[in-house]
Structures are given as C-alpha cells and as structure tokens.
C-alpha cells in the first residue's frame, strides 16, 4: 500500500525555520506557495521580511477581506492569480481542498485539531429539543445520535439560525449530527438531572494536505501532536527535512523553578487550601501561597511574563510609585507574540489534562481515526497533554530573551511541575533546575472519609474506656457490625480502666 508523505522542518522555536522558508520562497520564485499560519499575528513577520526582499505577495485573511475569507481564498487559489499567498490555518482548513491542486503548502506550526465538546442540557429541555428529530442507538455500549432520515432538512434549518431561541449549544450538536466526519454521543442522567452531549471529532486537515502538490509542517515537534496521531492513523509518513540551520542552541544560562515536585499540575491541586479542594481561586490556596511567598519574592521589581488560564487569579504586585505591576499576563498561545523578547523571566501555569467527561470520547475518537492503521485512546490523550503542557510551555519561555542572540542574561522560568521542568532542560539545554521552592503536594481527605475516619478513632476511645461494641454503635451511628470491624485490631488489647 502507498504511503503518503508530510515534509516536517522540525526544529526549536528561534531556530531559523522562518529564515529557511524565505529562501525556499526567493529560490523557488516560479513556485506557487501557500503559507499557512495559526494567526495573523504570526504571519506578520514573514509579510515584512518579504516586502523587505520585493517578493509580492497576497495575504487574505478578515483584515484584507470583505465578506467571506473562505471564498475569497478558493477563488485567488483556482485563478492562480499569485505566487504566494499567505492565510491562516483555520481558513485554509474550510476552503474545497480541489483548490490548492497545483501549490505547495506550507504549515507553520502544528495546526490544533482537537475538536471535541461537551455540551450540557436539562433532562427537560434535551427532550423538548431532541425527541422528535434524533434517534438513540447503543454502540459499544454508550448512546450515539442519528438524525431522523425524515427531519434532517428540519435539522439543517435549525442548525443554521431559522429557530432564534436554539442555544449555541444546540445548533453545534445539530450541526454535529449532520456531519458524517462527527459521532454525537449521549450519557445518561447525572446526579442533576442533566444529560451531557459529546460532539467527538477532529479538525480535518489530511484533505488539504492530500490535494496540495506538496505539504511542509514547520514545527517544533509533530509526532507527539494530536495531528501527528492523525498522521499515523490515516496512514501518512512523516519525512524530515535535511537542512543546516543557522542555530547552535540558546545562549542563556537557565535556572527553572518548578511548582510541584512531587505531582503533575492540575487545577484542582493548585487551587487547594488547607487540604481540601476548591473550584475557585483564592488567596491563600497552593498556587496564591506560592506565587506570593516565592515566586513574586523572587522576581522582586524585575519583569516577567505570566501565562495561565483566566481562572488564576492572583494580586499581582505593585512596584513602587507604579500604577502597572512588573508581571504581565500574554496569551497562552503565544506562538509570534515578540513583544517580551527582553524579558528575563517568565511563570507558566497552562494545563490541559483531559477532563473525566472528555476522556469518555477517545474510544470512539480512536476508532474514528483508524483507518490505516490503529489508534489507541491513550495515544490520544498522550498527544493532547503534549500539546497543551509542553509544547505550550516551550513556545511560552521562548517568548523571553530565551531565543534573542543580543541577550544573553539568565533566563529565570517558574513552571508547573518536575516533568515540565525536565522537558524543558531537554529541549534548551543549559538549565539548573531549583526545588528550593517547590510544593510537596498532599491529596485531600474527602469528606466522607474525613468522616469515617473521625467515627472510627471515636470508636477507639469509647472501647478504650471500657464502652462494648453494641453501646459504641448506638452512639455513633453505625452497626455493630462496623464496629467490629474497626476494633478488630484492638481486640487483643484489655480495655482502659
């Protein structure tokens, strides 16, 4: 069987990918190249250096576009009006792959193609919305939705905006049902009420890739990825491209602090506060304790950039006579973000682990993705965890002085935990990683158990004063027979006088 093949240029962010690109342009000057970006902001200082060098181009995106992006793109692709033409990965994913049939693509970094939801609804609204246009049938075990044959029209409509009251929510699961490329699951009633609707899919690149004369990635790692997993399961080769870049490592000395020492970070440890867990942040939970007592300590009045999600919330610090903390949050993607490059420090706090309800769909985005070959749903969650830890994580640090060659102060980088910090010494190298400061992190005593366990040591001290086994249950609470249980240790002992 024919194996298709990607092109990959891997190599560390600041290596000199985007040097290497724009040679390939000037040299190949007859070639028509798309360019494809995750944003706009991205692709801004490939459009400079080739105004720079008179090389035109086109660049269509919602800036330089009236009306549809996607139309536009198609029409200049099929008209072959430019030789290069420069969009966004999401645009480039929508247009009819037909139309890049004669161009050279090339991806800069890894598109993110996870496209799994979950979507929540009243036990009473799911049956008002859902009953006469779904099917619910049972495969391997979990509910699966089909539209009715005869309301798919009626379902289109919906989908689209004729019915005004319809949530977004239920507009993306209709949308869902309709797309053979997506499998729309539905659990059963929670403790609520509720029923939770999973859309399980991916976003589909492979289509574009296939009609394109060839296709480039640029990146810092593509088979760890969630696409490289994709790659693998529709039966695509990654080839590595063989070329000298102008990169020799980075020339800091790197000192990386990390959060926990003993355990992979998480919302729910960060946020907990005197053993007990907490949805919300507040001060005085593992991470506040930490980022004001070392970390903020630290730092002292120099800069720093903080990436975290909008559920972290700490007082940032003032320095004197300032109105504007020294500590500045940036965009967890921040792939092109250059504004920071003379900053010395930085505090990453991105996570991504996936949630017990997500992990309910990776058997079937398994089975999805084996078409060639097998995908495993562990693979799945390996390569999101990837993405969303360390492959974010690097691309954030790499936002500092990091990769500047006229700075060569050390870099200090405050991370989430010992794993992320030892990923990090492997892809920079030069790093000291510190525990001076790290959390020894301690799981929390549930409530039940914290119960249980207070009735059973009151359970001891009534035997120990000479109370039988039948008067301790009475005033506890519990059967004799768990009383018993409890004590059994203790039987041996002569009770208290």
Known sequence: MFMKAIHALIAPPGAGKTSWLIKQLALLNDQRSVLAFPTKILASEVKRRLQSMNIEFNSINSDTVVGSVTECLEENLVNQNNTIIICTHESL????P???????????????????????F??????????????????D????????DNRKLL??????????TLSAETRSVLTAVLDDRYVVEVDELDAKQNRTMRIIGIKHYIP???????TVIMGAEIEKTLLGVILKGAGWSITPIAVELDFVGYGNKVVIHPFFMNKSYSKGAALMKAGKNNQDYQEGCLL????????????????????????CKPE?????????????????????????????????????????????????????????????PNQIMDAIKYERFYESTLQSVCRTALRSKSNTGTILLFVQDLDVANFLVEKIGNCTIDCTHSEVYVPSTSTAKALRNTLKQKSIELWEQGDNTRTIADKIGKTEKTIKEWLKPYHQLQPTE
Request: aromatic share 10%; with cysteine; net charge negative.
């Open 93 to 96: 994913r929508l247009i009819n």
């Open 208 to 214: 574009v890739f296939e009609a394109a004369d060839a």
């Open 141 to 148: 075990g979990k509910g699966r939705v089909k539209a009715k």
């Open 122 to 139: 009243s036990n009473l609204s799911y049956h008002k919305v859902f009953d006469t246009i779904i099917d619910t049938v049972r495969v």
């Open 288 to 311: 506040d304790d930490w980022l004001k007592v070392d970390v903020f300590r630290l730092i002292g009045n120099k800069k720093a950039i903080l990436v975290a999600h909008t559920w």
């Open 316 to 376: 940032l610090p003032l320095p004197q006579d300032s109105d504007f903390s020294n500590i500045r949050f940036i965009p967890i993607d921040s792939r092109g973000i250059n504004d920071y490059d003379d900053y010395n420090i930085a505090i990453c706090l991105q996570h991504g682990n996936i949630t017990p309800i997500e992990s309910r769909s990776l058997y079937t985005l398994a089975c999805l993705l084996s078409i060639a070959s097998s995908i495993l």
């Open 98 to 120: 037909s139309a890049l049939q004669g161009w050279h693509l090339y991806i800069d970094e890894v598109p993110v193609t996870w496209d799994c939801t979950t979507c929540s």
């Open 155 to 164: 379902i289109e409509e919906l989908a689209n905006g004729v019915d005004s």
